[in-house]
Structures are given as structure tokens and as C-alpha cells.
């Protein structure tokens, strides 16, 4: 008896091969896009559960009373290890590392590489596996050094290099060959070796014993340094907070210990919902507007089955003369509803495959094929298709199939009605999704231009950064600036700063900075920028009163007791005007009581993403702090190509043995606002599918409406109606459900959208513009697909439409 239900519906699909397309098609889209989003959720989920006990491992998170004193995704650099030691019974493990770059070579390659120099726990702790090499004596040699699979492969061209060596460079100018102990096999995605999750792991790990090559540490006045540990059986995070609270007070610099707290966050839950849970923002606005696409295609499908079972009543009529029972109609309405979904089910896992590497492109993250979803996964899915089908087809079942036989023999029935308001309703709800996805994608395109625009503070266009070979001290610094002059002489080079950061949010640190005379205690907390007096100008920062340390031209480091502040340093010091802070001194704290005196103001900038408001800026000279790491280099409007050649060369001559591995400034901002950018790709894709899933139902209804009026549209023909006035008649059918929809729609996505607005300091005003061009280009394409549905029929023969059926 199946098996002739399953016949049947396949000619019926046959029968109605367009509608069943549409209905394919328009839901495959929906459970694929659904799919793709799922799969990218639950694999974010997945991060950090690979590591041993990761159930028992947190990380030191910090919380800063004053802001900006220091990042909270760091702690004090001795905290994890002074936890194991003192308190053996709550803590079963732990690990610290400090990041660096730095050249690494062998032979003639070079390369900057970041480097992760970290405790000997790294392999007991997480459990990492090896390709080659003993994970009990891999960190025993203090110049050994632990690399990737992928970084062997770069170096070598093969992983068996247990043994070989790779010279590192410190920041003194000085190399030493580092024995290559073990060769890891290359980590699935973590908060160890790639902290935020940028994909900017750390792929060469050298042992805490060689900080001191590095000029590097790890005491209580570090506050970089990234700090996990692991919890024995039984403890709790709470269990924690007394030790923490206790080992601070003990320990901490006064200044620090009375404005931090150190609150350990769950390593399972830490990569998506630490660091301001950015992460989990961006799951959670993936979900909504997964639900919203799957919900329309639903609807749509939904929509055309109700639809379309109407037109079938005769064929029910026949039916029960014949001697069906109704309870083999109701068999037969669901079986073709539920082979329908299936098939649009199994489709939808050919385009998830077609799909896959398009949106993993999006999101700057891999997305796992199918097979490697859980089981569960593959018995949820078939459910689905079932209750789909099941519900889609309850009503062609169960109430068609309950109308008099007579009355479906005539093809109308005063008991079963279309529910029109219902359809209506449905196509409304779709109009409505679809304009807020538009509007929300229009607005974030508009924030996400902002971020690239002119109110940076800063001017970013043909400028260049370059990490440099470090060699931090007076006589390096020198150099440094020779060999600025020498690539300022280039033809196609307009200028070129010398500093320790570039404007990509990782500033060297904060200080407390105060006027002399006033309480320290209440200094304001200043972000840290080391630069050289090429930098405004470079940048195009204006200078609002006074001057960039000294003018361009003369001899660098000329006062060096000299520091530039930002308007927000001057006004949190108590100067309104700019102009008044120029020539006073101010006071740094632990710079042993040393005055330090304001020779320039200016404008405010945006130096960390515009999601932070402008913190106060206090630039010091490159020559007091004998530290650097980039050259920022400003180029003349031309031949990028042919600039790029020239200072290519140039490096080689001035630098040899260092890589040159630079960026655009468009490429730095776009790392910075990395998660708003796969946001708008996202809802970008998602609008196109929202298009594509609520013109698909339309382009379905019209059809339907068409075919139902066929004899209507003829009859009017022949009264005189004209081609546009038909193709009108149904434009009117549609046009009053657009504006509903867009009058809906319009409150519900500026509210959306202000409440993700607000989640930056420097953000555009809504406009009426978004909502209107929503409205406008949807109604449009409407619009042309109405036409070209219904003029065909317009232009049909009036006399073959009225000939009785």
C-alpha cells in the first residue's frame, strides 16, 4: 500500500513539476544555510575540548577596577605558578606563557615568527600530541625549541627534525641556535596556542628558562602574562577566590593589588564567552538569523502546500466515489508532503557541501564537513523532515479530505474555505523577515564603513607597517633612525615613523600620569605609545596645540624629556584648552619622580577598535624608551607594485637577515574589526537567501493565483481590460502585504540594530534610508516577477481559457 501511495506521489510531483521545484528548492536553501550556521556553532563549541581535563582547567582572567591599566585576558605573571606551589591541594597543574615575535632562521630563509615562551607543563597539562620527539624531556635543554607539524614542513620540507636547529633573534640584536627537541602535531583550535581565537597560533614554543635571553620576565609587576591552571578533582573555581584575593595583597605592587581581581574563567566556556564574549554575541546573532531563514522557508513551503491543496478537491471527489476511505487520503496528502521534505532534505546536503567552503571564507574559520557531526545529529535531522512534512501536509489531510463528495465534485465546498487571512498572514511574516535582514545588513555595511572612514582620526591610505629586527638600546634606536632616513630618500616614499605600535589596538602597555603637586594616587591611567616625531605626520594626526616633540627636520630625540598627550590625557589632567597644557610638566608613575614636559596636544584618534571609547594617550620618544618594532612607511599615490619592488630592495641592502613581512593599514583595520566583518558577510549571504526564499514564494503564489484565475483573467480580456490593468490586479494583491510588512518590520530592526549599535562608542545614527531602500528594492523585484508570471497569461487567448474543463 505504500509503495502505490509513493507512486502516486510521484506523479504528482511529475504532474506539478514547477510548484515542486519551488518548494524544493526555496526549502533546501533554508536547511542548508540552517545547517551550515549549526555545524559553525557546534564546532565553536568544540574549542578547547580536545585538551586533557579541560573540564578542570581555567584561566586567570583579570578585572581591572580603573580601566586600561592592563588587558583582561592577561594576569600578573607569577600568580599561576605561586598558586600550584602554595595551595598543592586545590591546584593540580598550571601554565604561563609570554608571546613575542622575533626573526627566525635557517640558512638564507628568514622569517618573524610568533613564539611562545612558556613553562615545561605545556605538554603534561593539555596533553598536545607529538609526531617526533619525548614529551618528558622536550623543554629539559634550555635553548630547545618545539615546533609544529606545519612549521617543520615550512622550514624542512619534512617533520622528522628532532635534532636540526632554528637561530632565533632576541631584542638585543644577538642569535643562538635553538635545538628543535619535538615536533607537535598541529593542535586542534585552542586558548593556549592561539589565545583569542584569531588564528594567529603560536607555533614555536621555547622554555620560561629563556626569558632572560629575551630580556624577558615573569614577576609581579608583569601584568602580560596569560596564566591557566588546572583544578584537582573536586575543587571549584569559588574555592580559588580567598587564595587569589590573599596571594595579590602578599605580593602585588600596592598600585596594582587594590585594583585588581582575579576571576578564573571556565577553559571550556573561555573562547567564546571571555574578552567581552564577543564570540558568543556572534553565535547568538548567527542563531537568530538562522531561525528567521529556516522559519521563512518553512512558511513558504507551508504556504504553497495550503495553497495548492485547494485546486485538488475534485480529485478528492473522484476519489471517494471510487471507494477511497479517508483515512487513505489523509495517508496519501501526508506521504506526499514528507516525500517532498525529504527530498529537499537530501538536497540540502548536496548544497551544504557546494556551500561549505564560501561560507568557512566568510567567517575566516573552518567549517567541518558532515561527517564528523555527532550521531545524534543524523537522527535529528530525519526527524525534522518528518514533523515538516507531517505538519505541512495536516491540512490537505485532514480537512479537504473531510468535505462531502459531492461538494468536492463541484470543485467548491461552503464548509472548507481557503484561509485566506492565513496565507496573507504567512506571506507577510516572510516580507517582514526578509526587510529586517535587509535593513540590518544596509546598517551594518554603513557602521563597518565607518570604521575605514576619515573619523579614525587618522589618515590610513598607502601607509605600510614593517616589524623590524630589534636591538633595544640607544645604539639601536640609532640605527634604526639612519636607516629611517635612508628609506625616507626613496623616490615614492612622502614619510616613515619609527615606533614600538602601529594603530591595530595592541598598545605597549599603560602608565599613571599626574601633575606635580597632586595626590598619585589619583594619577589617570594612560595607554602607552612609543613613536619617534615622524609619527603625526605619518599618520596625519593633527596636532591640535604645540608640537610632535620637535619639528620634522631636526635631529631626532632632541628633548626626550618631552611627551605628546591626546585631548582626552589633557582634559582628564584638568586642561579644557589644549593650548594650556603646552610647556607643563607632568609626573609618570615609577619614572623615579621625574618631570616630564608637554610639548604637543593632539586630536583625539581612534587607536583601538571604535567598539572602546578613546582612552588618554601619552606618546614618549622612541630615544627614552630604547624600544621599537615597526616602521610605518607613507607612500605617494602610483604604482603600488613598483613602490613595494623599490622598498624591497632597499630592506635587503639595509636589513639583511630580516624578513620583510608588511601590511596595508586596510589590512590591519580589517584584523581589528575582524568578528564586525564576517557579521556583515554573514547578513549579507543571509539577506541574498532571504531574497531568494520570500521571492521564491512569491513567484510560487502568483503562479497558484494565475492558474486559479484563469477564466476570471479571460473574462475581464473580453470586457476590454487591458494587459497593465491585469498585471495590476495582481500587483494590488501583494503590494498592501509589502507595506504591512515594512510598517512590522521597520520598529522591530531599529530596535534590533540600535542594541547592537550600542556596543560602540563611535557609531552612526539610523537613518530612514535603510528602511526604505529595504522596502523599496523588495517591492521591485516583486513587482518583476508578478509581471513575468501573469502576462503570459494576460496575453493568452481569452476563448481557450473559457472552454469548460
Request: glycine fraction near 8%; charged fraction near 15%.
Amino acid at each position: 500500500m505504500l509503495n502505490n501511495y509513493i507512486r502516486i506521489a510521484a506523479r504528482k510531483f511529475a504532474r506539478s513539476r514547477f510548484h515542486s521545484a519551488i518548494n524544493v528548492i526555496g526549502l533546501s536553501t533554508g536547511i542548508a544555510f540552517t545547517l551550515l550556521v549549526a555545524v559553525f556553532i557546534w564546532s565553536e563549541y568544540q574549542v578547547n575540548r580536545d585538551l586533557t581535563h579541560a573540564d578542570r582547567q581555567f584561566f586567570l582572567s583579570s578585572k581591572w577596577k580603573k580601566n586600561g591599566i592592563a588587558p583582561a585576558f592577561t594576569s600578573l605573571g607569577p600568580l599561576a605558578k605561586t598558586l600550584k606551589e602554595n595551595y598543592p591541594r586545590l591546584i593540580a597543574n598550571y601554565y604561563r606563557w609570554d608571546g613575542v615575535t622575533s626573526n627566525v632562521s635557517l640558512g638564507d630563509k628568514h622569517f618573524r615568527e610568533g613564539i611562545q615562551i612558556g613553562d615545561s607543563t605545556l605538554l603534561s597539562m593539555y596533553g598536545f600530541p607529538l609526531l617526533h620527539g619525548d614529551a618528558r624531556t622536550a623543554f629539559d635543554n634550555p635553548y630547545s625549541v618545539l615546533i609544529t607539524a606545519e612549521k617543520a614542513l615550512k622550514y624542512f620540507g619534512r617533520t622528522d627534525v628532532v635534532g636540526r636547529s632554528l637561530t632565533i633573534e632576541n631584542f638585543s640584536g644577538s642569535k643562538k641556535n635553538f635545538t628543535i627537541s619535538a615536533v607537535l602535531q598541529t593542535p586542534p583550535r585552542n586558548s593556549v596556542t592561539d589565545l583569542l581565537g584569531n588564528n594567529d597560533a603560536n607555533q614555536l614554543f621555547i622554555p620560561s628558562t629563556c626569558l632572560a635571553f629575551f630580556g624577558r620576565n615573569m614577576d609581579w609587576r608583569n601584568l602580560s602574562i596569560p596564566g591557566y591552571v588546572e583544578l584537582q578533582k573536586g575543587v571549584t573555581a569559588a574555592d580559588l577566590q580567598k587564595p587569589l584575593e590573599h596571594l595579590i595583597k602578599m605580593n602585588a605592587p600596592p598600585q596594582l593589588a587594590g585594583n585588581l581581581d582575579v576571576v578564573p574563567l571556565p577553559l571550556l566556556s573561555m573562547y567564546r564567552e571571555g574578552f567581552g564574549g564577543v564570540v558568543q554575541k556572534m553565535l547568538y546573532t548567527l542563531s537568530f538569523i538562522a531561525f528567521f531563514i529556516l522559519a521563512m522557508a518553512i512558511i513558504n513551503f507551508v504556504n504553497m502546500s495550503v495553497s495548492r491543496s485547494s485546486s485538488r478537491m475534485k480529485e478528492i471527489g473522484v476519489r471517494k466515489v471510487l471507494g477511497s476511505l479517508r483515512r487513505q487520503l489523509i495517508v496519501q496528502f501526508l506521504t506526499e508532503s514528507v516525500l517532498l521534505v525529504f527530498l529537499a532534505t537530501g538536497l540540502s546536503l548536496f548544497v551544504y557541501q557546494l556551500l561549505t567552503p564560501w561560507f568557512a571564507g566568510i567567517l575566516g574559520k573552518p567549517i567541518p564537513a558532515l561527517s564528523a557531526l555527532p550521531w545524534f545529529c543524523w537522527v535529528i535531522l530525519p526527524a525534522f523532515a518528518l514533523l515538516l512534512g507531517s505538519v505541512a501536509g495536516l491540512y490537505p489531510a485532514f480537512v479537504l479530505s473531510a468535505t462531502p463528495s459531492v461538494d468536492s465534485l463541484k470543485g467548491t465546498s461552503s464548509s472548507v474555505k481557503e484561509n485566506i487571512l492565513m496565507r496573507k498572514g504567512l506571506v507577510s511574516f516572510q516580507f517582514a523577515t526578509a526587510t529586517i535582514v535587509f535593513v540590518g545588513a544596509l546598517i551594518i555595511s554603513q557602521q563597518i564603513r565607518l570604521f575605514f572612514s576619515k573619523e579614525l582620526g587618522y589618515d590610513k591610505e598607502f601607509i605600510v607597517s614593517a616589524q623590524l629586527p630589534r636591538d633595544w638600546s640607544l645604539k639601536g634606536v640609532q640605527h634604526m633612525e639612519t636607516v629611517r632616513r635612508e628609506f625616507a630618500a626613496l623616490p615614492g616614499v612622502k614619510d616613515i615613523a619609527l615606533s614600538y605600535e602601529i594603530p591595530n589596538g595592541n598598545n605597549g602597555g599603560s602608565m599613571g600620569i599626574y601633575r606635580p603637586g597632586e595626590d598619585s594616587t589619583r594619577a589617570i591611567v594612560s595607554q602607552r605609545l612609543i613613536a619617534d616625531e615622524h609619527y603625526a605626520t605619518t599618520y596625519q594626526i593633527p596636532v591640535t596645540a604645540g608640537v610632535f616633540f620637535n619639528k620634522a627636520g631636526e635631529s631626532a630625540g632632541q628633548d626626550s624629556m618631552q611627551v605628546v598627550i591626546n585631548e582626552t590625557a589633557a582634559r582628564s589632567l584638568g586642561w579644557q584648552d589644549p593650548a594650556a597644557a603646552i610647556g607643563q610638566p607632568i609626573k609618570i608613575l615609577g619614572a623615579s619622580g621625574q618631570s616630564f614636559t608637554v610639548s604637543g596636544v593632539t586630536r583625539d584618534f581612534h587607536f583601538d577598535g571604535m567598539g572602546s571609547a578613546i582612552q588618554p594617550y601619552t606618546f614618549i620618544h622612541v630615544t627614552l624608551a630604547n624600544s621599537y618594532r615597526y616602521f610605518s612607511i607613507k607612500l605617494q599615490p602610483g604604482n603600488m607594485a613598483e613602490r613595494m619592488d623599490v622598498l624591497q630592495k632597499k630592506w635587503a641592502t639595509l636589513l639583511p637577515g630580516a624578513a620583510f613581512e608588511y601590511q596595508f593599514m586596510d589590512e590591519t583595520l580589517q584584523k581589528l574589526y575582524r568578528s564586525e566583518l564576517q557579521l556583515k558577510a554573514a547578513s549579507s549571504a543571509a539577506t541574498i537567501l532571504a531574497f531568494i526564499i520570500v521571492l521564491l514564494g512569491v513567484l510560487g503564489m502568483v503562479s497558484i493565483s494565475v492558474q486559479k484565475r484563469t477564466k476570471e483573467i479571460a473574462i475581464r480580456k473580453v470586457i476590454g481590460a487591458s494587459v497593465p490593468g491585469i498585471i495590476r490586479l495582481f500587483i494590488r494583491e501583494f503590494v498592501p502585504l509589502l507595506l504591512l510588512a515594512g510598517l512590522i518590520a521597520s520598529p522591530l530592526a531599529y530596535l534590533i540594530m540600535q542594541r547592537w549599535l550600542n556596543d560602540y562608542a563611535t557609531r552612526i545614527t539610523i537613518t530612514p534610508w535603510p528602511f526604505v531602500t529595504a522596502i523599496i528594492c523588495l517591492g521591485i523585484v516583486m513587482a518583476i516577477l508578478i509581471v513575468v508570471q501573469t502576462v503570459r497569461a494576460a496575453l493568452a487567448n481569452p476563448v481557450k481559457s473559457l472552454k469548460t474543463d
